[in-house]
């Protein structure tokens, strides 16, 4: 496992300093403004270079206000640990948008780097409460309590988007019956640290 740690930006001073943290996970060689970019690889763009694999060590309990992890969740190999470090940085009510890829989505195949892959249901394990799905899952597997704000299934079809994102019920139904004959792209969600 790579154990590099390079802080470019001295984070913990950041912290200190009470301004707004939002963390970028694998934002690779394109920089948003006012994110820190945390990535494995130690790109001209990158503020911190480690490996998510490794959690978050360097980060202090209730520290981080957003996390963005866009295209970077299914590389994670010890995903429910790296969920259980994401909940501990944030700050309470601290917010993880994320996208991830689909199940049904064949294009998600091909990256060999890819671990894992992503359903409806996979997130309401690290919830408490229960999301509006009507299937619900065991709530024993961790400590993490996130209040799914959204979750969005994101199709190359507009309309299809419009169609199944009407009610929860739609996805549910979709994911069900409908994902083996019409892929979807991915999973686009919020979700709120309770503490």
């Not at 919830?127 to 799914?148: A, E, G, L, W």
Request: net charge positive; glycine share 4%; charged share 25%.
């Amino acid at each position: 496992m790579n154990d590099i740690f390079l802080d470019k930006i001295n984070i913990k001073e950041k912290i200190l300093s009470g301004e707004k943290i939002i963390l970028e996970f694998g934002g690779g060689n394109s920089k948003k403004a006012g994110r820190i970019n945390l990535d494995i690889l130690n790109l001209p763009e990158t503020d911190i270079v480690f490996n998510l694999e490794n959690g978050l060590p360097f980060l202090p309990d209730n520290s981080i206000d957003e996390i963005h992890a866009t295209s970077s969740l299914e590389h994670i190999a010890n995903f429910n640990f790296l969920m259980e470090e994401i909940y501990r940085v944030l700050k309470p009510n601290g917010i993880l948008f994320a996208f991830v890829p689909h199940f049904s989505n064949p294009y998600f195949y091909s990256d060999p780097t890819h671990q894992r892959f992503f359903g409806l249901y996979t997130f309401s394990y690290f919830s408490k409460s229960h999301f509006p799905y009507r299937r619900k899952v065991p709530k024993f597997y961790n400590s993490c309590n996130f209040r799914i704000k959204k979750q969005k299934i994101i199709f190359h079809s507009k309309i299809l988007e419009k169609i199944f994102n009407f009610r929860f019920r739609l996805q549910e139904i979709y994911e069900k019956y409908f994902s083996p004959f019409v892929p979807c792209y991915g999973l686009e969600l919020t979700l709120e640290a309770v503490k």
